[in-house]
Nanobody, 117 residues
Framework: QVQLVESGGGLVQAGGSLRLSCAAS????????MGWYRQAPGKQRELVAT??????TTYADSVKGRFTISRDNAKNTYLQMNSLKPEDTGVYYC????????????WGQGTQVTVSS
């Protein structure tokens, strides 16, 4: 199985920066992609950024040019968030996509990001 440990959330002023980390363990050899999603109060969870096995990335339009997703050799995933805005506030969740015979998605428990104005 896959286990996820998230860190790096907190309170920051508008225009500031935060760096989120997600450490994956378990069946990491089967990981096909990792990503970050977020959920604001009263809203649905939305995609923020993803990175696949080959390093190809995708971003939500609202964060392009401000956020950067990356991976390291241990298959940890990071989200560098710059020029933060109050609308970036929410719970950020780490996602891991695993393929064995079928595709499965695993989720962390989330880390709170609050951007004040």
């Amino acid at each position: 199985q896959v286990q996820l440990v998230e860190s790096g959330g907190g309170l920051v002023q508008a225009g500031g920066s935060l760096r989120l980390s997600c450490a994956a363990s378990g069946s990491i050899s089967s990981i096909r992609a990792m990503g970050w999603y977020r959920q604001a109060p009263g809203k649905q969870r939305e995609l923020v950024a993803t990175i696949n096995t080959y390093g190809v990335t995708t971003y939500a339009d609202s964060v392009k040019g401000r956020f950067t997703i990356s991976r390291d050799n241990a298959k940890n995933t990071y989200l560098q968030m710059n020029s933060l805005k109050p609308e970036d506030t929410g719970v950020y969740y780490c996602n891991v996509r695993v393929e064995i015979y079928n595709i499965y998605d695993y989720w962390g428990q989330g880390t709170q990001v609050t951007v004040s104005s």
